[in-house]
């Protein structure tokens, strides 16, 4: 009702404020505004004779507002400081008005607009909504240049009066960025910055260090950027065994990343350094051999995925150098948090170092039910570094698997395989950021039509999966889910090589994330939200944005199947496929529908290690001669066809019989990806009962995943 009554308020202003046939400003944006309460008197109207006066510490905030205007409306408007009670627009901070940071309050009069914020954050987002909100013709920019030369006189819009109450869910909002698989120039990191701050975002996790390149000036290590900067080649798209020679690298030195250090907290964003460890080094180890396990030689890895080759944690010589890294990295970024990263170690190099073996033996370190010495060596690791931070009074940040062992009580927890390390750190009494890749990896494809898009690390993740994630967990009680203090997306860029390619894929998914950020899950509605996005992608137009607009042209998700004997009949699963890949379950498999495009579209049911078992009951005894089923390759995302599929039946749905066998070869690297059927005949038999067991393979020796079993992916299992 409160909605509703809001809707007809805005409504009625609105009508009051087009009968001049002006331009007029709608406040019905991204993120949507908590409380927006119009009235009918007579509209404030921006003009280039508008005033903008600000306190003393907003100078920078009014020069914003001035240049946001001038980019939309074409004019400049001038601006002075704040000294009585004046006409045009104010800018202050009022924080005895407001219960938290980051909340901002607009209430236009006839003459005046008033910007009031809880600190100068809260007014840069108030500066923000009355950006977003402003008219945009629908013209290009050539002619939207001709047009301020020639009207600057006459251009203006108007503002319905009214108030506007607005403050974040989340004190933590985040978007992530990898220079480290392409390097991204500086002007471009700036630029992503800009769109951080259009979305009210206030945290930048910027990943600089990695296997196939080191970003970072080190002034103590300085081979870092000499050497572990720069790569003799890339593997060739998906294939895993094919490399061009193209020299790729760059690094930011330490005066460039101070200079954006200053360029990000001028629009209230913290960059969060993360320098990642004690895997995901081969970088610096190409540059320092002596730190690793085995001694070299290294290079600085032309491949993606998890490289055995980790920093030896028996060492000590390693944990200094890892030390000094970090104090420089703080002596640099003032941010109260440091990113020590923690994902994907292998531990086959500590399983046979003498040092790591030693460092075991030690700290009197001892495997249990849970986890193995060399997770809890990690956690040493893990741990000192922590220290390290904390001693100059910042938090560590960590990927959730430093939960794998002891963690340090003050860690920060970043989930991204899913949310359950969330929900485990939450419990734990860890503040937690929601960051899972089922929702929230923007390199993932934002259509299905993948033969049309630019080339992704794989994955399906359309905007609409990005906006109804719900990053307070049910199984949380209300204290622990304020534990949970913001949510974050990522961007890798394995397959992003133009920084026009990152733009594309954080945009339109970015307003997603800042709806899931600043606002309530109860209040999201899709439909909605989509119609507020068209004015959103005319503001990057401006700004000339690259972006997707699949949701603009809804697509067709499955292909519908003949009707066989097992269409909607009762199906089981004699295992449950993997957490984040179950979807609405064994039904999947016979309702009709065959999907398609990328595995985690919603249609496919994802199995990793163990078979696909299920029985379907036909409901009556039929006679049956051929067993069909679907299944969906991606290589490069550890998905391979299945090794084996093996049919039975059974009468009384207990006791089953094998009637039929067949050996699938597996997919090689010249064979393409895609959906493929797989098809089993038998002689005909009849029974009530038919039970498809579908095994799949370890992944091979030319993989980067050798030796850990792949995933399968099938949908669509019909009987005839």
Known sequence: MKRLLLFCLTAMAFAACTKKQLPVANYDIIPQPKEVQLN???PFELSPNTLVHYES??????????????DILGFAMNMQEYQSQPDGIVLKVVPEDFDQADAYEINVTPKQVTIKGADAAGVFYGIQTLRKSLPISPIDSRQRTSQRRNDMGEAKCQLCCGTIRDWPNFAYRGMHLDPCRHFIPLDSVKVYIDMLAMHNMNQFHFHLSDDQGWRIEIKKYPELTEIGAYRNGTVIGHNGNLYDTIRHGGFYTQDELRDLIEYAAERHINIIPEIDLPGHMQAA??????LGCTGGPYEVWKRWGVSEEVLCAGNEETMLFVEDVLNEVMDLFPSPYIHIGGDECPKVRWEKCPKC???IKELGIKKDDKFSAEDYLQSYVMNRMAKVVEARGRRVIGWDEILEGNVSETAIIMSWRGTEGGIEAARKGHDVIM???????FDYYQSEDIANEPMCIGGYLPVERVYEFQPLPEELTPEQQKHIIGVQANIWTEYIAHFWHVQY??????EALTEIQWNNPQERDFDAFVERCRHMVQLYD??????????FNPQVWADTVEANLATHKPITLRQQPAEKYTYEGASLLNDGNLGRGAYNSGRWLGFCGYPLDAVIDLEQPVEMQHVRFHALVNKGAWIYNPSEVKVLVSDDGETFREVAQKDIPISTWEDRDGIFAYEVDFEPITAKFVEVLISGYDL???HSGFGNPAWIFVDEIEVR
Request: charged share 20%; with cysteine.
């Open 57 to 70: 510490g907003l100078q920078r905030e009014a020069q914003f507002l001035v240049e946001y205007v001038n």
């Open 435 to 441: 960051a899972p890749s089922s929702h929230l990896y």
């Open 285 to 290: 180890l190409a540059c320092y051999p002596q």
């Open 700 to 702: 091979p020796e030319d």
């Open 40 to 42: 009918e008197e007579k």
């Open 357 to 359: 073996q030693a460092k």
């Open 505 to 510: 894929m954080a945009l339109p998914r970015m």
């Open 542 to 551: 401006i700004y000339h944005y690259t972006y997707a607009d699949h949701i």
